[in-house]
């Protein structure tokens, strides 16, 4: 039976957390968290237990969640949302629009804003990334990829594949940012780090759906003439601890995505985003070069300017100045 559309959610804190034994204490606490829900347990399961924790970045609530016992849950039409699956371990049952979806390790289900969902069968000690997503958020980001209007809502293909190309790369994003809801002051949080991330999550989520306006979105962009990488250029070294997207930085240079990354490697023989975290090295190596040893450390600079990876911000570094951060930091 389909649970009918139910009173606002509440507002959650932007980082929520839940244990529970109780199915209905359970139900009640996931349709706070998500939607209005109704959740069972089916024949010969063992003990019940579910564990949530949840994350909002931006438009997007993300929630690690895990029960302990075969369930199903009911909901109604997601309306101003889209919802995606991605199983870590163990598989999910479910129907949208009369399309029948195992979502497994290999692939995730997808649901969009219109039809009834019947979550047949939740495997017992499945853990699956939940990904609420606000239906303007990701119908605005289309359209400033594509850089013109689309009819809503987004036919969204009820699956995709997480083996490889995009749809591995949404996967390891979507895993990237649960491991940040348990941290203490998750990195994610900070702007210049969290809205690319989220930015990055619906681009990802869009190459790797198939819907109706996925080839064109996808389609090499036109060339553009050198005053647009030189406005784009000119914002990122103007203010280069902004949260930029590559959207953002395609309307600041007056063209499509795809056209300013085909004139970025034309010109520059680099990507827009690349560029930026050139820039932002730059940052890094000047204000190392100038800070007290005994007053600053490499991550917290690190972090300041955007670079979230240590690893990978340590080995870029090492690239562009023949030396590891730290070397500069002590450096007289």
Not at 7 to 31: I, K, N, Y
Not at 55 to 84: K, S
Request: hydrophobic share 40%.
């Amino acid at each position: 039976m389909v649970v009918s559309p139910a009173a606002a959610v509440p507002a959650l804190p932007w980082r929520f957390s839940t244990r529970t034994f109780d199915l209905d204490e359970a139900s009640e606490q996931g349709a706070e968290t998500y939607y209005p829900l109704r959740m069972g347990l089916l024949r010969g399961t063992g003990r019940f237990k579910m564990a949530i924790d949840a994350m909002q970045l931006g438009p997007v609530l993300l929630g690690d969640c895990r029960f302990d016992a075969d369930i199903t849950m009911d909901f109604a039409e997601l309306r101003n949302f889209y919802h995606l699956n991605v199983p870590l371990s163990g598989h999910l049952d479910s129907t949208n629009l009369r399309n029948a979806v195992t979502a497994t390790t290999e692939r995730a289900v997808l649901y969009g804003p219109t039809g009834d969902i019947r979550l047949r069968r939740w495997g017992a000690r499945s853990r699956i990334l939940c990904v609420k997503i606000r239906r303007d958020a990701l119908e605005a980001e289309l359209e400033r990829l594509l850089q013109r209007s689309v009819r809503s809502p987004i036919r969204l293909a009820s699956s995709l594949e997480l083996t490889g190309g995009y749809g591995r790369m949404l996967r390891d994003l979507a895993r990237l940012l649960a491991g940040q809801i348990r941290q203490e002051e998750p990195l994610a949080r900070q702007e210049i780090i969290g809205a690319p991330l989220w930015h990055s999550l619906l681009d990802l989520l869009l190459a790797a759906a198939d819907h109706e306006h996925r080839d064109e979105l996808l389609a090499p962009g036109p060339p553009c003439r050198a005053p647009a990488v030189d406005r784009a250029v000119e914002a990122m070294r103007a203010a280069p601890q902004t949260p930029f997207t590559a959207a953002d930085l395609a309307e600041i240079a007056g063209v499509s995505i795809r056209t300013l990354q085909a004139a970025f490697q034309r010109h520059l023989d680099v990507s827009p985003m690349a560029y930026l975290r050139n820039v932002r090295l730059e940052g890094v190596h000047a204000e190392l070069a100038a800070a007290d040893p005994t007053r600053t450390t490499v991550t917290e600079v690190a972090h300041r300017w955007g670079f979230m990876h240590l690893g990978r911000f340590a080995e870029a570094y090492g690239r562009k100045y023949g030396d590891p951060p730290s070397r500069t930091l002590k450096s007289p």
